[in-house]
């Protein structure tokens, strides 16, 4: 390999008055005993727009040299933390967010796709977003009205700001043949998630559920926002048993509660669509729902949701 010797402060000033002086690259290589190579690559490199200058050649030249040190190759401790977290399901951005060695998310793809060239299975962690959502044209809400329910448009000004933990999104993911469902609520400023399973989308079990999900969170429930679906019809009861106030927004609006459905496709990365929930185990279900709590989030300033919450938790304890 061959080296190439940095060029030292006073040699920049001399570069500078042998420009001035009018001399050429050759000249001033000659002049310097380095080779031509360094001086047009120093010109190139270290110019600015006005000329060259000794001291603005020097900034950039210590600013890329910084740089170069920053940029370390991935040593086999950084390559075992990377695939521990790859493994775990983080995503490249999320694991280049936490490390300590500065290792860009492109060059986290580029080890997970030379993984699968070999025969890994690195790859099968990512998350696949290709299915395409078919579109509703001219769709009737053909649900029914449920009683009592009190739209969003009721619902207090400060849950759409996200300046507090407390507000929470529910809804649920159904399995193949509509045999067994996840509920699934998410806290809108933490992302703080809770999954249970049930047998059916009936409103009592979802009601039942919703109950049991949040009443240790009780001190952090304030609002409840649904869909217009049925099996939240027993919102009545959710409100009493937890005292907090149930919203529901305008059908077909799902950007309404956006945080729920993007929940919802973090959870189908691991009960996929038109699978059987029907040999799903609470552990499963327990699994999944703390390694979406325990992961960084990039809109999160990659803490992670249960940092977010938990830090929320123990302010009000002290």
């Not at 983080?90 to 492109?106: C, F, M, N």
């Not at 793809?109 to 959502?133: C, V």
């Amino acid at each position: 390999m061959r080296n190439y010797k940095q060029l030292s402060p006073a040699q920049r000033y001399q570069i500078a008055i042998l420009n001035k002086a009018g001399k050429n690259q050759k000249e001033m290589s000659e002049l310097l005993g380095v080779s031509r190579s360094t001086m047009c690559r120093e010109l190139r490199r270290n110019r600015g727009k006005k000329g060259y200058f000794p001291k603005q050649a020097q900034i950039k030249a210590d600013n890329r040299r910084t740089q170069a040190t920053k940029a370390l190759k991935m040593t086999a401790e950084v390559i075992v933390e990377i695939e521990e977290k790859i493994r775990l399901d983080w995503s490249p951005e999320q694991i280049s967010g936490v490390l300590k060695t500065p290792i860009s998310h492109e060059r986290i793809y580029q080890h997970i796709w030379a993984d699968k060239s070999h025969g890994g299975t690195l790859y099968k962690h990512l998350r696949q977003s290709n299915k395409k959502r078919k579109k509703q044209y001219g769709s009737k809400d053909k649900r029914g009205q449920i009683r009592n329910r009190i739209s969003i448009d009721e619902r207090p000004d400060i849950v759409a700001q996200k300046t507090r933990i407390g507000d929470w999104e529910i809804d649920t993911v159904i399995g193949k043949n509509h045999q067994g469902a996840l509920v699934t609520i998410v806290e809108r400023v933490s992302k703080f998630t809770l999954i249970k399973k049930v047998a059916s989308k009936h409103a009592e079990v979802v009601t039942d559920a919703t109950i049991l999900l949040l009443q240790p969170y009780l001190n952090k429930t304030l609002t409840i926002t649904a869909d217009n679906g049925k099996e939240f019809a027993g919102h009545e009861k959710i409100k009493e048993q937890l005292n907090a106030d149930v919203y529901f927004a305008h059908p077909y609006s799902s950007w309404e509660r956006g945080l729920n459905e993007n929940t919802n496709g973090l959870i189908r990365q691991y009960f996929t669509k038109g699978s059987s929930f029907e040999n799903i185990t609470d552990d499963e279900v327990e699994a999944v729902m703390h390694k979406l709590n325990h992961r960084p989030r990039k809109t999160l300033n990659f803490k992670t949701p249960h940092e977010l919450f938990s830090a929320e938790q123990e302010k009000e304890a002290a």
